[in-house]
T-cell receptor, first 110, second 115 residues
Framework: QQKVQQSPESLTVSEGAMASLNCTFSDGTSDNFRWYRQHSGKGLEVLVS????GEKEEGRFTAHLNRASLHVSLHIREPQPSDSAVYLCAIMPNYNVLYFGSGTKLTVEP | EAAVTQSPRNKVAVTGGKVTLSCNQTNNHNNMYWYRQDTGHGLRLIHYSYGAGSTEKGDIPDGYKASRPSQENFSLILELATPSQTSVYFCASGDVGGSNQDTQYFGPGTRLLVL
């Protein structure tokens, strides 16, 4: 079973400053990684899916995958207070079964 | 975008009682999933289904049953609820596209409190 760990547990940034979130996983054979966002009391919203080493950009959100280092990151450009949420990393090592990290709580201060 | 709804949104149950959580999706996805979310654990998979009539055990199935009577509906059943099952439960649905790149779409969650 995949182990997925996220860091930091919480992060506070100022509006407009880059926010960087990290995720490490235990098995480098997977080729399917997701970043989700969860606003308080809401469901999960997929932000970026990445399937090969390198970068994948979706608007202000950029994921960077390095399977050799067992690491995937999410960078949020020009974060807004509305981006304050919990960000979840997920890995799909098996067909359609996701393993999640415990999340990073991001607070963006005006 | 896929629409996944859950009911009830909030539920208080007594220990030993039966609880049924319902999920409905309107995008004709084959796969549906039930997760629970607890502080410090992220989301953990309880049961999933590949289509009507099928249910599969996830990582933490003990104490839970699942039912998929139709393409649209997937239920999670707690026959004898316990306080340890107090959690937020999420349903998700996803396409089956023959690749590993399918996306899961999540419902808004159900908060369950077992007293």
């Amino acid at each position: 079973q995949q182990k997925v760990q996220q860091s930091p547990e919480s992060l506070t940034v100022s509006e407009g400053a880059m926010a960087s979130l990290n995720c490490t996983f235990s098995d480098g054979t997977s080729d399917n990684f997701r970043w989700y966002r969860q606003h308080s009391g809401k469901g999960l919203e997929v932000l970026v899916s990445i399937f090969s080493d390198g970068e994948k950009e979706e608007g202000r959100f950029t994921a960077h995958l390095n399977r050799a280092s067992l690491h995937v990151s999410l960078h949020i450009r020009e974060p807004q207070p509305s981006d304050s949420a919990v960000y979840l990393c997920a890995i799909m090592p098996n067909y359609n079964v996701l393993y999640f990290g415990s999340g990073t709580k991001l607070t963006v201060e005006p | 975008e896929a629409a996944v709804t859950q009911s009830p949104r909030n539920k208080v149950a007594v220990t030993g009682g039966k609880v049924t959580l319902s999920c409905n999706q309107t995008n004709n996805h084959n796969n549906m999933y039930w997760y629970r979310q607890d502080t410090g654990h992220g989301l953990r998979l309880i049961h999933y289904s590949y289509g009507a009539g099928s249910t599969e055990k996830g990582d933490i199935p003990d104490g839970y049953k699942a039912s998929r009577p139709s393409q649209e509906n997937f239920s999670l059943i707690l026959e004898l609820a316990t306080p340890s099952q107090t959690s937020v439960y999420f349903c998700a649905s996803g396409d089956v596209g023959g690749s590993n790149q399918d996306t899961q779409y999540f419902g808004p969650g159900t908060r369950l409190l077992v007293l």
